[in-house]
Each structure stands twice: as C-alpha cells, then as structure tokens.
C-alpha cells in the first residue's frame, strides 16, 4: 500500500513539472515574437479599420493593415504615421485653450488621416492656413469657407449633402445665420439650415439669438415652431409632434411620434438624461449620445462614450468649435 502511494506521489509530481515546463516554454515563444493580426476584412472600409487599434489606414493603397505586419522586410516603423503630420503646421503658435487642447488630440486613433485635425484647428482659431493640412479637395474647401468665413467655398462643393454641412456648419461656426440665405440651389435646403441653426441655439439655451427675421426665412409650421423655441412656449407648438418634441415630454411621447429615432434623442436632451440613447441600437445610440455632449453639456468625457472613432472625432471637433463660441 505504501509503495503504491509512493508512486502515485512521485507521478503527480512528474504531471505538475510537465506543464509547468510547457507553461515556461509556450510563454518563452508566445512573447519572443509579436503577435501577427490580420486586418483583410477592413479593405476599402476606412472607418471601421480605425475602430480598431491593431489596425492601420493605408490611404494610397485603400487598404486596411495590421500595425504589426512586415514591410519590405524592414519591419514596422512606429514613428510613420506621424510623418502624417505638417511639421509647418504643427509650428504654428496657438494659444493654450480647452478649444485648441481638442483639436490636437485628433485623430483620437492616433493615426492617419489628420484632416478633422487641421479643419478643427482652422474653425477654433478662424486660421485658413491649417486647411493646408487637409487633403481632399471637397473638405478643404470646406475647411476654407469655415475659417475665412466665406460661403462662396461652399459653392464649389459638389454633392448637395456635403453642400448643406458646409453652409449650415459654416452659420454655426461663424455664429451667424445669414450665411444660409447664400443657398441658392433648393429652398428647402435654405429653410432647413435656418431650421437647424435655430434648433442648435435653442439647444445650446442661447434663446435671445434666435432671430424673428430668421424665423420669418420658414413655411408656416417651422415658423411657428422656431418662434416657440425663441420664447420658450410650448403653446404656440400648438399639435406639432416636430415642435412639440423640443420641449419636455414623457418617453411615452414618442410612441405616436412619426420619427421615434429623433424623438429619443430629444428625450435625452430635454431631460438631460443621457442614459436615454442606451435604449438606441448603434448606431443611433452613438448620435444620440453625441447629440447629448455638444449641445447639453458640452463634456468629452461623455463624447467618449461613443463607440464608433470617427463619430467620436466629429464630435470632439463640435465640441471644440462651440466652446470657441463662447457656449
């Protein structure tokens, strides 16, 4: 009986060296050469390869690549992507504001493209020369009507959509709602610019600058809601369900309402309850939550909440721009 024990004892023994043997060496191996990650499903899908940090933009190529992958035998060079930024530029003398501290952390990636970088350098410190860092032709025009503050760039963008951005966005950064009137292509694009500039300010409770001659650019029932948000009476909304949603109304509202997406994130605003955009699927969840950072509390630290990277840039760059507004 004993001599059993005896060898039972020394075979655990033998088992527990054997895999701490194995643990060591598989260790020894795993760690002496870097982990190789594929990125092949992100070709030709730039937002989603920035999602991730093991992954690389490669712009001339269009491709998406792993931060580990051998080059030209060369290796991995860690210093590349800041070859991305303009030394000229980065030069430049601003002053140390929250505004501009923003800015200089996009891309929040901390990789290529730059160009949410330099165009929110050129709207916080109204500089033309950072939209130099801006690569594609379409933003930095755009770049250039927001920082010179002149409509006539917005002209030469193509697409109607990147059109109504660059005049509505060139109104807000400039704080000025007249540069909507420069619309000259679709009516209603005129109308909804002063629609959202107005919106945006009553957002931003800066009710006092939203204009009567401004309300007046609208068809009847935007009038009616863009002069109840001027004077903060729900009344004159009258049963306008797209007026009625700026003011506070219980959840329950939004079950009727012909855009319940948009209403949920209202939901959030009026109630200053950003938990509400948990109850989106993404990626609503993450525009609510951004609606919520630059317009209610106007804090990155719940920007940061956001899961999608390029969304979060976007939003760290309107944060930027309406803490440079004074909001």
């Not at 992954?55 to 690549?65: F, L």
Request: a negative charge.
């Amino acid at each position: 009986m004993k001599k059993i024990t005896k060898n039972i004892i020394i075979g655990f023994a033998i088992g527990i060296f054997i895999l701490v043997s194995y643990v060591i060496i598989s260790n020894y191996f795993s760690n002496s050469e870097p982990k190789e990650i594929f990125c092949p499903d992100y070709d030709g899908k730039q937002e989603k390869c920035l999602l991730h940090e093991e992954c690389k933009w490669m712009p001339e190529e269009n491709i998406c690549n792993s931060v580990f992958a051998v080059e030209n035998d060369e290796g991995y060079n860690e210093d590349e992507d800041k070859e991305w930024l303009v030394p000229e530029l980065e030069e430049i003398e601003i002053s140390d504001t929250l505004p501009n501290q923003l800015c200089k952390q996009i891309p929040l990636s901390g990789k290529p493209p730059y160009n949410q970088r330099y165009t929110c350098l050129a709207i916080v410190n109204h500089d033309e020369r950072f939209c130099e860092g801006v690569d594609e032709e379409k933003e930095k025009n755009m770049c250039l009507a927001y920082a010179k503050k002149d409509s006539s760039y917005c002209k030469k963008v193509k697409t109607d959509e990147a059109k109504h951005t660059c005049y509505y966005q060139l109104a807000v950064s400039s704080n000025d709602a007249s540069f909507c009137s420069d619309i000259d292509y679709s009516q209603n694009e005129k109308e909804q610019c002063y629609y959202n500039f107005m919106s945006n300010l009553y957002q931003l409770e800066e009710y006092d600058k939203i204009k009567t001659e401004y309300c007046n650019e609208l068809d009847t029932a935007d009038k009616n809601t863009c002069l109840a948000l001027k004077e903060k009476d729900v009344s004159l909304c009258n049963d306008n369900p797209w007026c009625l949603t700026h003011f506070v109304q219980e959840l329950s509202f939004c079950d009727e309402h012909p855009e319940i997406t948009s209403c949920m994130n209202d939901r959030a605003k009026t109630s200053k309850n950003v938990s509400i955009c948990e109850l989106l699927s993404q990626p609503k969840k993450d525009n609510c939550i951004g609606g919520y950072c630059t317009h209610i509390e106007l804090d990155v630290k719940i920007c940061d909440m956001i899961e999608d990277i390029i969304e979060k840039e976007s939003r760290y760059l309107e944060v930027a721009m309406n803490l440079a507004n004074g909001y």
